[in-house]
């Protein structure tokens, strides 16, 4: 009794789970809009898709992404298969690509990839504006190659081109470096000397970092840190001679495109595989403070973390859900939906069964069509025709079936003309070029 009591409770207010969102038709046309935008962008810089599982196996991401970050100590969904697989629904896919490349050898064919990607990513964070359970990312992704600066400024290139294909305003790129094996671990003890002085000031988070990963000391957000943190020494004095080149050659490629950027030297990022380059853009304005739009860096020693050789490689993801939250909230207007060229009208019983017949026939031949086939009166059919604003009403009744005819009713001046059914196809064509 009790479990069926239980169930009944449940069927009455199902609802997503905490963080997760359904899309709903209504909002669709600002997801097809930001997925077209990307996959143009995809094609014009020559990145090729990739899919990757949404589950992976926990120890890619535990060593990937760094057994300390934010997002492996507290944020995966872990699960165990059957069989005692630990899996792991996926946070990010830099490192799932990275598995790809490796697993697949991609690096034998060419000696540079760049890939592309979209979908479904999960984080256990506590949400708020922006921050979802389940959210999703479009990325691009360059694999292989010279380690040339290059690469840094084209990716940075394809997320500032996203935002404005998107027409989104006010936005601004950070920039830093954090350097590499040579000079990191160098700045990484200077900032754990600095820090001994406050270690019984700073909140707990810090405190672990401080002791396991210093570098994200610069990330804590909490109020009583932000007095130690702007103070803290500056990695920029201590880059060796091949970083800070590197950095330089990137700026230099940014200010050759006009592309405006600001030096941002407590930028870290959250994730452990980076090294030199690490950037976001984000955006200004009210109802628009959502965090990082696209954000990234370079990765050069993920794919020797995760087994492989030294590979260069550079890449950004950015939150679907936060271009979209962005867009609404600058009133952004999305490109006008091409409007059908025929609705189709049914009188009648005998006419709304052979509607379907009609509807594959001008499929075939490329006319898309309207329909309201739960709708019975004439009259209304022709409004919803006139409210979408479409041309040409098919109206098909008893009379038409029997001489095999159709009217074709121009209904923005209101001519109408009996056509054979086997002319239709070409009478519309007609129409559509005059
Ligand atoms: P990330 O900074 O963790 O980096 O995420 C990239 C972007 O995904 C963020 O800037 C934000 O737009 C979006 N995002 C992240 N978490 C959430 C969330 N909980 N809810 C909504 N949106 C979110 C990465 O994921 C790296 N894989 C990026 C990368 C690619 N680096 C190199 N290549």
């Not at 909002?27 to 809009?33: L, V």
């Not at 064919?109 to 708020?128: M, V």
């Not at 495109?257 to 090294?275: E, F, H, K, W």
């Not at 409007?339 to 001008?362: M, N, P, R, Y």
Request: aromatic letters at 8%; hydrophobic letters at 35%; charged letters at 30%.
């Amino acid at each position: 009794m009790a479990s069926l009591k239980k169930v009944k409770d449940e069927k009455v207010g199902f609802q997503t789970p905490r963080g997760m969102h359904d899309i709903l038709p209504v909002d669709q046309p600002w997801w097809d809009r930001v997925r077209k935008v990307a996959r143009d962008l995809a094609d014009f810089y020559n990145f090729n898709r990739i899919d990757t599982p949404i589950l992976e196996s926990f120890k890619l991401f535990e060593r990937g992404i760094g057994e300390e970050t934010d997002i492996v100590e507290k944020e995966m969904f872990v699960l165990k298969t059957k069989g005692g697989d630990v899996l792991a629904l996926r946070p990010e896919n830099t490192a799932p690509i990275a598995r790809a490349y490796l697993q697949h050898r991609l690096g034998r064919s060419s000696q540079l990839q760049k890939f592309y990607y979209e979908g479904p990513f999960f984080r256990h964070e506590s949400p708020q504006a922006g921050r979802f359970r389940q959210f999703h990312q479009v990325g691009f992704e360059i694999i292989g190659g010279p380690n040339d600066p290059i690469y840094d400024a084209q990716v940075i290139v394809v997320a500032a081109r996203l935002l404005e294909e998107l027409k989104i305003k006010n936005s601004n790129l950070k920039i830093n470096s954090i350097g590499c094996r040579v000079c990191r671990p160098l700045y990484k003890r200077q900032l754990q000397n600095y820090y001994r002085n406050y270690e019984k000031k700073i909140c707990a988070d810090c405190l672990r970092r401080y002791k396991n990963n210093p570098l994200r000391l610069l990330d804590c957000k909490r109020e009583e840190c932000q007095e130690f943190k702007a103070k803290a020494p500056n990695f920029f004095d201590k880059l060796c001679s091949t970083c800070s080149t590197h950095l330089k050659g990137v700026l230099e490629y940014l200010e050759e495109l006009a592309i405006p950027y600001a030096l941002d030297n407590q930028l870290v990022r959250g994730l452990d595989y980076y090294s030199r380059t690490v950037f976001e853009f984000h955006t200004e304005g009210a109802g628009t403070e959502v965090g990082a739009l696209p954000a990234g860096g370079r990765y050069d020693y993920l794919m020797e973390m995760l087994g492989g050789r030294l590979t260069p490689a550079v890449g950004f993801a950015c939150g679907i859900e936060r271009l979209i939250h962005v867009m609404k909230a600058q009133e952004v207007k999305l490109p006008l939906k091409a409007v059908k060229k025929v609705f189709l009208i049914h009188v009648g019983d005998l006419a709304k069964k052979k509607s379907l017949k009609i509807i594959e026939d001008l499929r075939r031949a490329g006319i898309s069509v309207a329909e309201a086939l739960g709708r019975e009166s004439l009259k209304s059919q022709l409004k919803l025709a006139d409210r979408e604003g479409i041309e040409l009403a098919l109206i098909f009744g008893q009379k038409e079936i029997f001489e095999e005819n159709i009217i074709v009713r121009n209904l923005k001046n209101s001519l109408q003309e009996t056509v054979p059914l086997p002319k239709l196809v070409e009478e519309i064509k007609k129409r559509s070029k005059g």
